[in-house]
T-cell receptor, first 116, second 114 residues
């Protein structure tokens, strides 16, 4: 079945540095990738939707300049957290839709970001 | 807009107990409905889905039936195991295929004790 490979699984970075998270679709072409942030007590927040070859669509309240999303090819989408701060520490998950909205979505395994 | 409401939990059960996690939704048209499971430290995995009214999704002993009259998609399992301990998310996708954005419930943490 469809697989989305997400890396890294864990990253610790210093305040003020940038971190890049990659999501690759391994056996299918993902023209769309959703990026989520998961808060304590498991709530998922959709941050943005990336589309191959065009600008990402950000949800209200998400800083575009802080969370840079690039979808350069049909198999790769990246999220870069710029000038990270401790409050950006969280679990980030990507997801790509399957074939048609009825077929579910494939999720990456998530990235635990800790900013110290 | 679309919304999903599910039992917030946490839910704690003994092994072999019966499980129900309630989920109701609000949506226009004919959405597809999903249950996802998240094990500790991992991403989400599709557990089961239903794409039209009265469909029953099933997988690994879990079942859920798409009830349009009650706008519900409750998750059930007859006998839970310790390995079922996880967070369960109910979700919907709008019908028609033109918008793939998933709407999630807040998740229900299930802990199964031996």
């Amino acid at each position: 079945g469809a697989v989305v490979s997400q890396h890294p699984s864990r990253v610790i970075c210093k305040s003020g540095t940038s971190v890049k998270i990659e999501c690759r679709s391994l056996d299918f072409q993902a023209t769309t990738m959703f990026w989520y942030r998961q808060f304590p007590k498991q709530s998922l927040m959709l941050m943005a939707t990336s589309n191959e070859g065009s600008k990402a669509t950000y949800e209200q309240g998400v800083e575009k300049d802080k969370f840079l999303i690039n979808h350069a090819s049909l198999t790769l989408s990246t999220l870069t957290v710029t000038s990270a701060h401790p409050e950006d520490s969280s679990f980030y998950i990507c997801s790509a839709p399957g074939e048609g909205s009825h077929y579910g979505y494939t999720f990456g395994s998530g990235t635990r970001l800790t900013v110290v | 807009g679309d919304s999903v409401t599910q039992m917030e939990g946490p839910v704690t059960l003994s092994e072999e107990a019966f499980l129900t996690i309630n989920c109701t939704y609000t949506a226009t048209g004919y959405p597809s409905l999903f249950w996802y499971v998240q094990y500790p430290g991992e991403g989400l995995q599709l557990l089961l889905k239903a794409t039209k009214a009265d469909d029953k999704g099933s997988n690994k002993g879990f079942e859920a039936t798409y009830r349009k009259e009650t706008t519900s998609f409750h998750l059930e399992k007859g006998s839970v195991q310790v390995s079922d301990s996880a967070v369960y998310f109910c979700a919907l996708s709008p019908g028609g295929g033109s918008n793939y954005k998933l709407t999630f419930g807040k998740g229900t943490l299930l802990t199964v004790n031996p």
